[in-house]
């Protein structure tokens, strides 16, 4: 199934982010990164058809049956505001939320999208995701992720207490970062995947997060990767308009 903005108003434009990170590495200084944040969506938000936040958006995230993770609430009040004007949000799970369930789906009414997404906006077509585990190799990180996306290992991580539980992941994800990787060039595996997609399936451009950098790069010769970029050191989205897509940076 494809999503599609194919009446997408000239006036209107989706914007793609991804990488926040919220939480790392402290309460305060992700506060800050939140407020950034917030400045940034009120930026947009006159314009904005559609948010869509590509993963990784929290350090750590986990939703138990009846708890969810302290803190964020400056990041959660200004979704809600945005979701008042009409804008769509559309999450998708990175390696360090992979663990978001229903929640935003019911506080929020944001669609969750688990793996990469074809969009249509205007005339082109679009795939969207976060990026990790994709195209070949990282066979480490490729069989940690079955496990964490596991049901059974699901329901044992619940039954840890939430403050030792958080506490144990959190000190794994420092460990799992999937962006400290030098700059593969044509061998990173985001560009493989989206070479390999293009071959039996072509689209327009591919959006993904995961590398922690702007990337720009021709796929073939109709198609281009973007990479999201990231919040922690910069503000970097993709700002998409039934013509054209652009990669730009949030100043204030
Ligand atoms: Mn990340």
């Given at each position: 199934m494809?999503?599609?903005?194919?009446?997408?108003?000239?006036?209107?434009?989706?914007?793609?982010?991804?990488?926040?990170?919220?939480?790392?590495?402290?309460?305060?200084e992700s506060q800050l990164r939140e407020e950034k944040i917030g400045r940034w969506l009120d930026s947009i938000k006159h314009n904005a058809q559609a948010i869509i936040l590509?993963?990784?958006?929290?350090?750590?995230?986990?939703?138990?049956?009846?708890?969810v993770p302290k803190g964020f609430l400056r990041f959660y009040t200004k979704l809600i505001e945005l979701?008042?004007?009409?804008?769509?949000?559309i999450f998708f799970?990175?390696?360090h939320d992979i663990w978001m369930f229903d929640y935003f789906e019911q506080e929020l009414d944001a669609t969750i999208h688990r793996e990469p997404k074809s969009f249509l906006v205007g005339k082109h077509k679009i795939q969207i995701g976060h990026g990790d585990g994709l195209g070949p190799g990282d066979l480490k990180f490729k069989f940690f992720k079955s496990i964490f996306t596991n049901k059974l290992?699901?329901?044992g991580f619940k039954w840890i207490h939430p403050d030792l539980g958080i506490k144990l992941a959190t000190a794994w994800s420092?460990?799992?970062?999937?962006?400290?990787?030098?700059?593969?060039?044509?061998k990173e595996p985001i560009f493989i995947h989206c070479m390999n997609v293009e071959e039996s399936n072509h689209h327009d451009y591919y959006i993904f997060g995961h590398r922690h950098m702007i990337l720009d790069m021709p796929?073939?010769?109709?198609?281009?990767?973007?990479?999201?970029?990231?919040?922690?050191?910069?503000?970097?989205?993709?700002?998409?308009?039934?013509?054209?897509?652009?990669?730009?940076?949030?100043?204030?």
């Open positions: 494809i999503t599609t903005y194919e009446n997408l108003p000239a006036d209107k434009r989706i914007y793609v982010a991804s990488d926040f990170h919220l939480g790392h590495p402290n309460v305060k590509a993963g990784d958006l929290f350090d750590f995230w986990f939703e138990y049956s009846q708890v979701k008042g004007l009409g804008i769509d949000l799970t990175g390696n290992s699901q329901w420092g460990h799992s970062k999937g962006h400290d990787d030098p700059f593969l060039g044509e796929v073939g010769k109709n198609a281009r990767y973007y990479n999201t970029g990231e919040w922690i050191e910069n503000s970097q989205f993709i700002e998409i308009s039934n013509t054209a897509v652009k990669s730009l940076k949030y100043e204030e």
